[in-house]
């Protein structure tokens, strides 16, 4: 992958010794080129030059059949013999260095084996074809998800179509991305010898891409290098001054941590629990982080105690003790064993104080917690190796059917997140989005985005289901997380049983109910907009009012929703010029047909018996009303109550009037005003109100709060006109609410 060489002026960051794995030491590039200028040795015969690799594949499988590692480094050292990286070592040597980073993780034969040949159809006359005849499909594909378009085809596009192209084939073998994560650390730390404008650009799309993928795929080992040595390259100075801190730390003679570590082995030790209590220091960045958010760094602030237990019991055994022998941190416990991260880290996060004030963070996890920590989806080895059947017999075939037809079919994410840890929610969201991206452009642009959002939450449906979304994800977020497009005609939600609107920022954890309409014609308001916080709401809403030209109500109404009552007898959402309309709320349904269309029974024109009626959304006349009618465009007859402001204005312009009175049906429309005091959940409360009496919410509007008061109108859909002194009685009885009425009806204007 175009990789760089060490510019011996340009040292890269020091990070500091850390006991989270067993170090091993780096590849000697000099004596990797040596053994690569001589060739591979005889067949059946591992090649020197890859010593380093069986050895860190052997210590995680010690089983291993090594024959495609041989055959693959004699294709690799075969075909990138002659090419050499700007440092003058020879090329093999980056792909040596490449496999000993995925083989130190932990990474199973099939990925080192696609590793080590993971620049051949780039670089090289190797095809892919000849990839798959000598090493399987699976090799192929792996090899095929990290190869590079090139940029005489794609020209400006190219970079983002690659990633495209590489984040597709992960949703199909997560492989692929440990392959280019750890290709871009090698990268990484042989940058030196570029121009430092390229550095820059390199630096930057791993910050915004590379890392955030590696955080979300739980591999910290490469996450937090990757971080350092973005930090030395973007902010050089900072890093300076980072390095020199951690230095200064180190020359000290007294280690709080260190005093720390051992009175934890005491306490662990006399109540019987076997336990590895290890330092683990911050990497650069992390110290960097910490110093801008408390200021003067103490000796414990460099880094944290991890405790390693056998047993998730342990870790609860380790957590007791410490709380009971040691002085807690009540406010900085968080258990991720109970609840794991989206990203598959599992641990206990407490701290310990002691009479100075010195505060040690604690970790507390399982030898195999820690190594899912570190390598993430590398330590989950080969998930596709083994039929379901020699994992659990029927019930393994069946919860890979369930994973399989999830992912197929576009099931609900969150179902075969916890089916299948290979295909997590996030990236089950992305490959959805990616596709309505319409140009490379949007795409690129759109995954920075996506990817900055580095927190995710947990929601949970009625059904037991789970939904995950990024931190700050709305109920609009939620509706097309579950429904796809079909969200255009979500109505609102019940956020923990509460009528909620659509704009209601989610918590962690939270039941969220949506509500849908039945109106396929509905679709969502350009207010959506400011509320979606993910890429696939955004795009799919984008899509739909570019399809929906001068559709959009603009007040997060439905599109064929009503529109406001004018002096051209055009009916609609009235209460008021000026009236400001907010997002419908839970309980909203999109009126059908046309706006204020009633059953042919409700109200007729005398002499006219098949002419359409409406009935005007400004004063929503029911049964009994002394009602008028003016014929509008289309032959439409609008019906307003006598009373109403808008009859005058329309008589003054020359409408014609239209005698119309009330069929057989009980059935009514009406506008309601509720004058309250402003408090939390008034409009939650009001429209549970209102649902519990039976009444459809046609539409609702919300002004400013004014002097501590508030003014809801809603229009609603009652079974029978009788009903409607019981409906404004109870939402009287809601508490705030002072006075509720039909919608008032001004003289009009002269």
Same mark, same amino acid.
């Given at each position: 992958?175009?990789?760089?060489?060490?510019?011996?002026?340009?040292?890269?960051?020091?990070?500091?010794?850390?006991?989270?794995?067993?170090?091993?030491?780096?590849?000697?590039?000099?004596?990797?080129?040596?053994?690569?200028?001589?060739?591979?040795?005889?067949? /059946?015969?591992?090649?020197?030059?890859?010593?380093?690799?069986?050895?860190?594949?052997?210590?995680?499988?010690?089983?291993?059949?090594?024959?495609?590692?041989?055959?693959?480094?004699?294709?690799?050292?075969?075909?990138?013999?002659?090419?050499?990286?700007?440092?003058?070592?020879?090329?093999?040597?980056?792909?040596?260095?490449?496999?000993?980073?995925?083989?130190?993780?932990?990474?199973?034969?099939?990925?080192?084996?696609?590793?080590?040949?993971?620049?051949?159809?780039?670089?090289?006359?190797?095809?892919?074809?000849?990839?798959?005849?000598?090493?399987?499909?699976?090799?192929?594909?792996?090899?095929? !998800?990290?190869?590079?378009?090139?940029?005489?085809?794609?020209?400006?596009?190219?970079?983002?179509?690659?990633?495209?192209?590489?984040?597709?084939?992960?949703?199909?073998?997560?492989?692929?991305?440990?392959?280019?994560?750890?290709?871009?650390?090698?990268?990484?730390?042989?940058?030196?010898?570029?121009?430092?404008?390229?550095?820059?650009?390199?630096?930057?799309?791993?910050?915004?891409?590379?890392?955030?993928?590696?955080?979300?795929?739980?591999?910290?080992?490469?996450?937090?290098?990757?971080?350092?040595?973005?930090?030395?390259?973007?902010?050089?100075?900072?890093?300076?001054?980072?390095?020199?801190?951690?230095?200064?730390?180190?020359?000290?003679?007294?280690?709080?941590?260190?005093?720390?570590?051992?009175?934890?082995?005491?306490?662990?030790?006399?109540?019987?629990?076997?336990?590895?209590?290890?330092?683990?220091?911050?990497?650069?960045?992390?110290?960097?982080?910490?110093?801008?958010?408390?200021?003067?760094?103490?000796?414990?602030?460099?880094? $944290?105690?991890?405790?390693?237990?056998?047993?998730?019991?342990?870790?609860?055994?380790?957590?007791?003790?410490?709380?009971?022998?040691?002085?807690?941190?009540?406010?900085?416990?968080?258990?991720?064993?109970?609840?794991?991260? &989206?990203?598959?880290?599992?641990?206990?996060?407490?701290?310990?104080?002691?009479?100075?004030?010195?505060?040690?963070?604690?970790?507390?996890?399982?030898?195999?917690?820690?190594?899912?920590?570190?390598?993430?989806?590398?330590?989950?080895?080969?998930?596709?190796?083994?039929?379901?059947?020699?994992?659990?017999?029927?019930?393994?075939?069946?919860?890979?059917?369930?994973?399989?037809?999830?992912?197929?079919?576009?099931?609900?994410?969150?179902?075969?997140?916890?089916?299948?840890?290979?295909?997590?929610?996030?990236?089950?969201?992305?490959?959805?989005?990616?596709?309505?991206?319409?140009?490379?452009?949007? &795409?690129?642009?759109?995954? $920075?985005?996506?990817?900055?959002?580095?927190?995710?939450?947990?929601?949970?449906?009625?059904?037991?289901?789970?939904?995950?979304?990024?931190?700050?994800?709305?109920?609009?977020?939620?509706?097309?997380?579950?429904?796809?497009?079909?969200?255009?005609?979500?109505?609102?939600?019940?956020?923990?049983?509460?009528?909620?609107?659509?704009?209601?920022?989610?918590?962690?954890?939270?039941?969220?109910?949506?509500?849908? !309409?039945?109106?396929?014609?509905?679709?969502?308001?350009?207010?959506?907009?400011?509320?979606?916080?993910?890429?696939?709401?955004?795009?799919?809403?984008?899509?739909?009012?570019?399809?929906?030209?001068?559709?959009?109500?603009?007040?997060?109404?439905?599109?064929?929703?009503?529109?406001?009552?004018?002096?051209?007898?055009?009916?609609?959402?009235?209460?008021?010029?000026?009236?400001?309309?907010?997002?419908?709320?839970?309980?909203?349904?999109?009126?059908?047909?046309?706006?204020?269309?009633?059953?042919?029974?409700?109200?007729?024109?005398?002499?006219?018996?098949?002419?359409?009626?409406?009935?005007? @959304?400004?004063?929503?006349?029911?049964?009994?009303?002394?009602?008028?009618? &003016?014929?509008?465009?289309?032959?439409?007859?609008?019906?307003?109550?006598?009373?109403?402001?808008?009859?005058?204005?329309?008589?003054?312009? /020359?409408?014609?009037?239209?005698?119309?009175?009330? /069929?057989?049906?009980?059935?009514?429309?009406?506008?309601?005003?509720?004058?309250? &005091? @402003?408090?939390?959940?008034?409009?939650?409360?009001?429209?549970?109100?209102?649902?519990?009496?039976?009444?459809?919410?046609?539409?609702?509007?919300?002004?400013?709060?004014?002097?501590?008061?508030?003014?809801?109108?809603?229009?609603?859909?009652?079974?029978?006109?009788?009903?409607?002194?019981?409906?404004?009685?109870?939402?009287?009885?809601?508490?705030?609410?002072?006075?509720?009425?039909?919608?008032?009806?001004?003289?009009?204007?002269?």
């Amino acid at each position: 992958m175009s990789a760089e060489a060490t510019n011996p002026a340009t040292p890269g960051p020091v990070a500091p010794a850390a006991p989270r794995r067993r170090s091993r030491p780096r590849i000697d590039l000099r004596r990797l080129g040596r053994a690569a200028l001589l060739g591979p040795t005889s067949r /059946g015969r591992l090649p020197d030059a890859i010593s380093h690799v069986v050895e860190a594949h052997r210590a995680h499988h010690p089983d291993a059949d090594l024959e495609p590692l041989r055959r693959a480094y004699v294709l690799a050292e075969s075909s990138h013999r002659g090419q050499m990286r700007k440092s003058g070592e020879p090329y093999i040597t980056h792909p040596l260095a490449v496999t000993l980073i995925l083989a130190e993780l932990g990474a199973e034969t099939t990925t080192l084996t696609a590793s080590l040949l993971h620049d051949t159809v780039e670089d090289t006359d190797v095809t892919l074809d000849q990839v798959g005849e000598q090493f399987g499909e699976e090799v192929r594909f792996l090899v095929d !998800g990290v190869t590079k378009l090139e940029k005489v085809d794609y020209g400006a596009a190219a970079e983002p179509e690659t990633f495209r192209k590489m984040l597709v084939a992960t949703g199909n073998d997560v492989r692929v991305m440990s392959i280019k994560l750890a290709d871009r650390l090698h990268n990484m730390r042989t940058l030196g010898v570029m121009r430092p404008e390229k550095q820059a650009r390199i630096a930057k799309v791993t910050h915004e891409v590379l890392i955030p993928l590696a955080e979300r795929l739980g591999v910290q080992a490469l996450k937090t290098e990757l971080e350092d040595l973005v930090f030395a390259i973007l902010h050089p100075e900072e890093y300076a001054h980072t390095r020199e801190l951690i230095a200064d730390n180190a020359s000290r003679p007294d280690d709080p941590l260190t005093e720390f570590a051992e009175a934890m082995r005491t306490v662990l030790r006399d109540a019987g629990i076997q336990a590895e209590v290890l330092i683990r220091p911050r990497h650069f960045l992390s110290v960097h982080r910490v110093s801008r958010k408390r200021g003067r760094m103490r000796g414990c602030d460099f880094g $944290r105690l991890l405790v390693l237990v056998n047993e998730d019991a342990d870790c609860y055994a380790v957590l007791g003790e410490l709380h009971t022998c040691m002085t807690p941190v009540v406010s900085e416990f968080k258990d991720f064993i109970a609840v794991p991260k &989206f990203n598959l880290y599992q641990s206990l996060h407490t701290a310990v104080a002691r009479a100075d004030g010195q505060v040690a963070e604690v970790l507390i996890r399982t030898h195999q917690m820690h190594k899912v920590a570190e390598a993430g989806v590398v330590a989950l080895g080969n998930p596709y190796a083994q039929p379901a059947e020699d994992q659990g017999g029927e019930a393994g075939r069946a919860e890979r059917g369930a994973a399989e037809g999830s992912r197929a079919e576009g099931g609900p994410v969150g179902d075969g997140e916890r089916v299948d840890p290979t295909r997590p929610g996030w990236l089950s969201r992305l490959l959805d989005w990616q596709e309505g991206a319409p140009d490379p452009d949007t &795409f690129w642009s759109t995954l $920075r985005e996506d990817l900055a959002q580095d927190r995710e939450i947990t929601v949970f449906r009625p059904d037991g289901g789970t939904l995950g979304l990024p931190e700050g994800a709305t109920c609009v977020d939620a509706a097309y997380a579950q429904y796809g497009d079909d969200a255009h005609a979500c109505m609102g939600a019940r956020v923990n049983g509460r009528l909620a609107t659509l704009s209601t920022v989610l918590r962690d954890g939270d039941t969220v109910q949506l509500l849908m !309409g039945q109106d396929p014609a509905s679709g969502p308001s350009s207010q959506w907009l400011e509320h979606a916080q993910t890429p696939a709401a955004r795009i799919a809403i984008q899509r739909w009012l570019a399809a929906h030209p001068g559709a959009d109500t603009g007040s997060g109404e439905p599109a064929d929703g009503p529109a406001p009552c004018g002096a051209d007898g055009t009916d609609g959402e009235g209460g008021g010029a000026g009236r400001p309309a907010t997002e419908r709320p839970a309980g909203v349904r999109a009126a059908s047909g046309e706006p204020g269309a009633r059953p042919d029974t409700a109200i007729t024109v005398v002499g006219r018996p098949d002419a359409g009626v409406r009935l005007a @959304g400004c004063c929503t006349p029911v049964p009994s009303d002394e009602v008028t009618g &003016f014929a509008v465009r289309g032959g439409v007859v609008t019906v307003h109550r006598a009373e109403c402001a808008a009859v005058a204005r329309l008589a003054k312009a /020359g409408r014609t009037e239209v005698d119309v009175r009330w /069929g057989d049906t009980t059935e009514c429309r009406v506008t309601l005003v509720a004058e309250s &005091f @402003g408090r939390p959940h008034l409009l939650a409360d009001l429209t549970e109100a209102i649902a519990v009496e039976g009444a459809e919410i046609v539409s609702a509007t919300v002004e400013p709060p004014s002097q501590q008061r508030v003014r809801h109108t809603y229009t609603l859909q009652l079974p029978d006109a009788a009903h409607l002194p019981t409906l404004m009685r109870a939402m009287r009885n809601v508490a705030g609410v002072y006075d509720v009425s039909r919608t008032p009806h001004h003289a009009p204007a002269p």
